[in-house]
């Protein structure tokens, strides 16, 4: 499929896709300071969702036999639905937490999207070898505060030979961080989040970004565990942005140049073999793995 037709067919799925999803309850407690209405929070991450579903397209379009998808942090299942009505088989993972609530569970079904509960630091994920051709992890591996070695192990295993890890997150080095560095801040997670998630009758449960990338950094994680780099780019909400004055322009022209300052980034890793490289794990990493 081409670019334009990629991208058409993604726009439309994800947009009906959201229009489902407005009239449903996204938010834990609306008493809660700070909730954002779910219309608003759909609309604004929409670009990054079209842009994923049409990547999908592009690198493994739907086939004659079925197109097993895992998405790995479903949250809202806005790409998880989309790809379903495009002809793909799909399966959400988020935490038990949110994924096994009983609405989400039925919501998920009406769209035969497939729900299981996965807590990505117990590093085994409960399914068989293989049984997957397209594992989607966006705006994930930046919340974890264990190292993502074993689990990106974990995806290589139940990845077909030839099958596309989709990987999106911030990127680390975008220019907002490096500005931030030259001011004599700090990148990366604001203290106040700490007393937010402890906070008395609070609702946060993931929170922050522990550690961000940058791209390098995420082909030295994926390329001796098997993976292949088939494409990685930089993105931002700037280059969907027409017009604007002086100050736009110009940042649209910086991106132009250096786009490994944009906000975030994009890694489609192929998994070429089953990687045989063994890892110890530490007590104070698991309480019962020894290896994997």
């Known amino acids: 499929m081409g670019d334009l037709g990629a991208r058409d067919a993604a726009s439309a799925a994800v947009d009906s896709a959201i229009h489902e999803l407005g009239t449903f309850d996204l938010i834990v407690d609306e008493s809660e300071e700070g ?15 079209v842009r994923t579903v049409a990547d999908i397209l592009r690198h ?20 998880c639905i989309a790809l379903n009505s495009l002809g793909y088989e799909v399966t959400a993972a988020d935490i038990p937490e949110y994924i096994e609530m009983p609405e989400q569970v039925a919501r998920y079904a009406r769209h035969g999207v497939k729900t299981q509960g996965v807590r990505l630091q117990d590093f085994r994920m409960p399914f068989e070898d293989e049984s997957f051709d397209v594992v989607i992890m966006c705006e994930v591996l930046e919340h974890l505060n264990f190292n993502p070695l074993p689990l990106l192990k974990e995806i290589n ?9 989709y990987l999106s ?13 030259l001011k004599g801040g700090a990148p990366g997670i604001d203290p106040g989040f700490f007393y937010e998630q402890l906070r008395p009758g ?26 292949r780099i088939e494409r990685q780019y930089y993105f931002g909400l700037s280059e969907l942005q027409k017009g604007g004055g002086l100050k736009k322009r110009l940042a649209r022209a910086l991106y132009s140049r250096f786009p490994e300052l944009k906000e975030n980034q994009t890694t489609i890793a ?23």
């Open 35 to 49: 909730s954002v209405p779910p219309s608003t929070y759909l609309a604004r991450h929409r670009h990054e969702y």
């Open 60 to 79: 493994r379009p739907p086939r004659a036999g079925p197109v097993r998808v895992l998405e790995l942090g479903a949250f809202f299942g806005t790409v």
């Open 157 to 165: 295993r139940i990845l077909v030979p030839g099958g596309i890890f």
């Open 169 to 181: 997150l911030p990127n680390y080095a975008n220019i907002r961080n490096r500005l931030k560095v």
């Open 202 to 227: 609070g609702q946060m449960i993931v929170y922050g970004h522990w550690r961000e990338y940058t791209g390098p950094e995420v082909r030295a994680l994926l390329e001796p565990l098997g993976f």
């Open 270 to 292: 192929i998994r070429e073999k089953r990687t045989d490289l063994p890892f110890r794990i530490p007590a104070t990493v698991h309480p019962e793995l020894t290896t994997i």
